[in-house]
């Protein structure tokens, strides 16, 4: 089905159906080697992930709306600029009540996600009286005004969300790319830095020596030229290079039989070529490198062939360009080896920036620094007052033990009795009347009684 080829590209493939069952072939599989393996009838190809952070969810919602018979319909017979405008997001309200309750889940979790990531974010920053629906702004593949239902509006965004951040997705890619090899060169030339004449000589000789080894492959083929994809058909399908057949090729290629030559299915197509260039075994061959390589080789293919420019290549797209001049005479193909990656002026900048940065990481090391010092001071202050405190009690007690009195006890009661004190409940053995003991012989008189009557 068209649908069921795109999500991975964009969603001007996304939503080329928007809802495609995602049965794009991983790029790191050769999918020219699976031509003896037979797919069952709808059996889903697992999908590479399309690099949107909210990757998860935008699959999920897609998942959800393939089991509407009524929007799968509507998703079959619509075309890219329905799709674009939200036309199709208006179905929405003529799916199934059971869909429309799983989409409402979908969308109360990925919120409670977003949420999660913001309060983490400002966590780390030590910040509080988060604000969370005016920080959920700042994402915009949902209606963060509605956390709670998943409605027409939401579809729409999530559409448009997708196909401006696919549409990016490898501009940003080479920005990244080229910032890594930015980096490489220049932690190569700190480290030269930090060796004596000798040493930095010898690790120079063999920075050169690699390069060299690295430039010596076989030669690429131009990407989407006859020779490249026979060598393909030949090395990789196994067939007869003299009976090659640009419309078997095709059909070949087409794992999941959707009738498009996707991005991914284009990329596997170019593995051959690239293990003439890189080889994980090898130190001089970086992998991430070879996929940069893998992307430019999709891209030129993608701009040479795809009349209508929706990243899929059609049967009828991918016939015309193997009639043009470009596929039996291309020109040579220059690796990224060839290439000036980067200027010297670029360099500069960018080290700059990292200086920049590390000033910046320095400044809060010593903040943070002065701060575990400063408590660290305050913890020793407290610790010399408590033993203070300690010293003055013990000299107080010891100086009432020297006076006679007793150190009081916990509640304040004393410890011991001193001499001629009794506990309370004790009966002094004493007689009848008197505080004091009578002398020896002296009989102690009968008490008065009371009933006496005085005159």
């Given at each position: 089905?068209?649908?069921?080829?795109?999500?991975?590209?964009?969603?001007?493939?996304?939503?080329?159906?928007?809802?495609?069952?995602?049965?794009?072939?991983?790029?790191?599989?050769?999918?020219?080697?699976?031509?003896?393996?037979?797919?069952?009838?709808?059996?889903?190809?697992?999908?590479?992930?399309?690099?949107?952070?909210?990757?998860?969810?935008?699959?999920?919602?897609?998942?959800?709306?393939?089991?509407?018979?009524?929007?799968?319909?509507?998703?079959?017979?619509?075309?890219?600029?329905?799709?674009?405008?939200?036309?199709?997001?208006?179905?929405?309200?003529?799916?199934?009540?059971?869909?429309?309750?799983?989409?409402?889940?979908?969308?109360?979790?990925?919120?409670?996600?977003?949420?999660?990531?913001?309060?983490?974010?400002?966590?780390?920053?030590?910040?509080?009286?988060?604000?969370?629906?005016?920080?959920?702004?700042?994402?915009?593949?949902?209606?963060?005004?509605?956390?709670?239902?998943?409605?027409?509006?939401?579809?729409?965004?999530?559409?448009?969300?997708?196909?401006?951040?696919?549409?990016?997705?490898?501009?940003?890619?080479?920005?990244?790319?080229?910032?890594?090899?930015?980096?490489?060169?220049?932690?190569?030339?700190?480290?030269?830095?930090?060796?004596?004449?000798?040493?930095?000589?010898?690790?120079?000789?063999?920075?050169?020596?690699?390069?060299?080894?690295?430039?010596?492959?076989?030669?690429?083929?131009?990407p989407g030229s006859k020779d490249q994809l026979k060598?393909?058909?030949?090395?990789?399908?196994?067939?007869?290079?003299?009976?090659?057949?640009?419309?078997?090729?095709?059909?070949?290629?087409?794992?999941?039989?959707?009738?498009?030559?996707?991005?991914?299915?284009?990329?596997?197509?170019?593995?051959?070529?690239?293990?003439?260039?890189?080889?994980?075994?090898?130190?001089?061959?970086?992998?991430?490198?070879?996929?940069?390589?893998?992307?430019?080789?999709?891209?030129?293919?993608?701009?040479?062939?795809?009349?209508?420019?929706?990243?899929?290549?059609?049967?009828?797209?991918?016939?015309r360009a193997t009639e043009k001049k470009e596929f039996?005479?291309?020109?040579?193909?220059?690796?990224?080896?060839?290439?000036?990656?980067?200027?010297?002026?670029?360099?500069?900048?960018?080290?700059?920036?990292?200086?920049q940065q590390e000033d910046e990481l320095r400044k809060?090391?010593?903040?943070?620094?002065?701060?575990?010092?400063?408590?660290?001071?305050?913890?020793?202050?407290?610790?010399?007052?408590?033993?203070?405190?300690?010293?003055?009690?013990?000299?107080?007690?010891?100086?009432?033990?020297?006076?006679?009195?007793?150190?009081?006890?916990?509640?304040?009661?004393?410890?011991?009795?001193?001499?001629?004190?009794?506990?309370?409940?004790?009966?002094?053995?004493?007689?009848?009347?008197?505080?004091?003991?009578?002398?020896?012989?002296?009989?102690?008189?009968?008490?008065?009684?009371?009933?006496?009557?005085?005159?």
């Amino acid at each position: 089905m068209k649908w069921q080829s795109v999500l991975p590209q964009q969603c001007i493939l996304l939503m080329t159906c928007l809802l495609m069952a995602l049965e794009a072939v991983p790029i790191d599989i050769d999918k020219t080697k699976v031509k003896g393996e037979a797919h069952a009838e709808g059996e889903k190809i697992e999908n590479p992930d399309t690099g949107l952070y909210y990757d998860e969810y935008l699959r999920q919602v897609i998942d959800v709306l393939e089991t509407d018979k009524h929007f799968r319909e509507k998703l079959q017979t619509a075309d890219i600029e329905e799709i674009k405008s939200g036309k199709l997001s208006r179905e929405l309200d003529l799916v199934s009540h059971h869909v429309r309750t799983r989409l409402d889940e979908l969308k109360r979790q990925e919120v409670a996600r977003l949420r999660m990531l913001i309060k983490a974010k400002m966590d780390s920053v030590q910040d509080t009286g988060l604000d969370h629906q005016a920080l959920l702004k700042q994402f915009e593949h949902l209606n963060h005004q509605n956390p709670d239902t998943f409605e027409p509006k939401d579809l729409d965004m999530l559409i448009k969300a997708a196909t401006s951040d696919l549409e990016n997705y490898d501009k940003t890619r080479h920005e990244e790319f080229k910032k890594y090899e930015m980096m490489k060169e220049h932690e190569r030339r700190e480290y030269l830095k930090t060796l004596d004449e000798e040493k930095r000589h010898r690790e120079e000789s063999k920075f050169e020596e690699m390069k060299k080894k690295h430039g010596d492959h076989p030669k690429v083929h131009h990407p989407g030229s006859k020779d490249q994809l026979k060598e393909v058909w030949e090395e990789a399908d196994g067939l007869d290079p003299n009976e090659f057949d640009p419309k078997t090729f095709f059909k070949l290629h087409d794992v999941n039989n959707d009738g498009f030559l996707d991005e991914q299915e284009l990329e596997a197509l170019f593995t051959k070529e690239l293990e003439k260039v890189y080889d994980p075994k090898n130190e001089e061959d970086d992998m991430v490198e070879m996929e940069e390589e893998r992307l430019r080789m999709r891209e030129h293919v993608m701009n040479e062939v795809d009349i209508n420019k929706d990243r899929l290549v059609t049967l009828e797209e991918f016939l015309r360009a193997t009639e043009k001049k470009e596929f039996l005479e291309p020109d040579s193909w220059e690796t990224l080896d060839q290439q000036q990656l980067f200027t010297e002026e670029e360099l500069k900048e960018f080290e700059s920036h990292i200086s920049q940065q590390e000033d910046e990481l320095r400044k809060k090391a010593e903040d943070l620094q002065k701060q575990k010092e400063e408590l660290q001071r305050q913890h020793d202050q407290l610790q010399a007052q408590k033993q203070e405190l300690q010293q003055v009690v013990k000299q107080m007690e010891q100086k009432k033990l020297q006076q006679g009195n007793p150190p009081a006890g916990p509640a304040g009661e004393l410890k011991f009795q001193p001499p001629g004190e009794h506990k309370v409940g004790d009966t002094p053995n004493h007689p009848a009347g008197g505080d004091q003991p009578l002398p020896p012989g002296h009989v102690q008189e009968p008490a008065a009684r009371t009933d006496q009557v005085h005159r």
